[in-house]
C-alpha cells in the first residue's frame, strides 16, 4: 500500500482483557517496527523484524507483551491481561532496509485500558 | 546511555517569525540524528535527518537543522513560521551501533500564534 496502516484506531480494553494490534507495512518493506508512545512523552522502541525474523525485542516491557510477523508482511502485537499502564499510541513503522532512516510511521493505534 | 534531551516542553511564536527548536544528545560517538513531526492524531513525518556531510541539513517544509558536534546539539529552524506548522516535533537518535533504534526525546509542542 501507499503508507503503513494500523488498526484498530483507537481500542478500549477492560484491565485484563487481552489485545491484537495490527500493522500493515509498505509493500516490500524489509524491516517492521513497534513503538509504543505514552501520553506526553517521545515514543519508545519496543521490538524489530527483518522480514519473518524478530531480531531485537529488547524493548518489550513485560512478558505480556508478543509481537510476531509469520510471513514477513503483516504483523500483529498482542498485549495479554491488559493494565492501566499499557495505556499508550502504538505506534508501528516500516522500512525498506534494516537501517533506521528509511522508517515509514503509521497514524499508530490508541490503547486505552480502563 | 545514550539519551535526547528537548528542554522546552511548548514553544509559542507569532507567525512570520523565526523558530528554533533544541535538542541535545549523550553520546560518545556521531549518531544518526532526526527530527518528526507529529500532528495530532496522527504519526510521525520525518522533516530532516543527519548521517554525516555537511552539519547543515536541508529538510521539508522549509525547516532546516544544524549538527554541532561540540555541542552534541541539533537544532531545528525555520526562518518564518506558518499557522500549518503548529504540531509536536521529536528529535531522535539512533546510534549505528544500536542498529535500528532511534531514542526520542519528549518532544516539543509548537504553537503558533496569528
Known amino acids: 500500500g501507499a503508507g503503513v496502516s494500523q488498526s484498530p484506531r483507537y481500542k478500549v480494553a477492560k484491565r485484563g482483557q487481552d489485545v491484537a494490534l495490527r500493522c500493515d507495512p509498505i509493500s516490500g518493506h524489509v524491516s517492521l517496527f513497534w513503538y509504543q508512545q505514552a501520553l506526553g512523552q517521545g515514543p519508545e522502541f519496543l521490538t524489530y523484524?527483518?522480514?519473518?525474523?524478530?531480531?531485537?525485542k529488547s524493548g518489550l516491557p513485560s512478558d505480556r507483551f508478543f509481537a510476531e510477523r509469520p510471513e514477513g508482511s503483516v504483523s500483529t502485537l498482542k498485549i495479554q491481561r491488559t493494565q492501566q499502564e499499557d495505556s499508550a499510541v502504538y505506534l508501528c513503522?516500516?522500512?525498506?532496509?534494516?537501517?533506521?532512516?528509511?522508517?515509514?510511521f503509521g497514524s499508530g493505534t490508541r490503547l486505552t485500558v480502563v | 546511555a545514550q539519551s535526547v534531551t528537548q528542554p522546552d516542553i511548548h514553544i509559542t511564536v507569532s507567525e512570520g517569525a523565526s523558530l528554533e527548536l533544541r535538542c541535545n544528545y549523550s553520546y560518545g560517538a556521531t549518531p544518526y540524528l532526526f527530527w518528526y513531526v507529529q500532528s495530532p492524531g496522527q504519526g510521525l513525518q520525518l522533516l530532516l535527518k543527519y548521517f554525516s556531510g555537511d552539519t547543515l541539513v536541508q529538510g521539508i517544509k522549509g525547516f532546516e537543522a544544524e549538527f554541532k558536534r561540540s555541542q552534541s546539539s541539533f537544532n531545528l529552524r525555520k526562518p518564518s513560521v506558518h499557522w500549518s506548522d503548529a504540531a509536536e516535533y521529536f528529535c531522535a537518535v539512533g546510534p549505528p551501533e544500536y542498529g535500528n533504534k532511534l531514542v526520542f526525546g519528549a518532544g516539543t509542542i509548537l504553537r503558533v500564534k496569528s
Open positions: 523484524f527483518q522480514n519473518e525474523a524478530q531480531l531485537d
Open positions: 513503522a516500516s522500512s525498506p532496509t534494516g537501517q533506521a532512516y528509511g522508517y515509514t
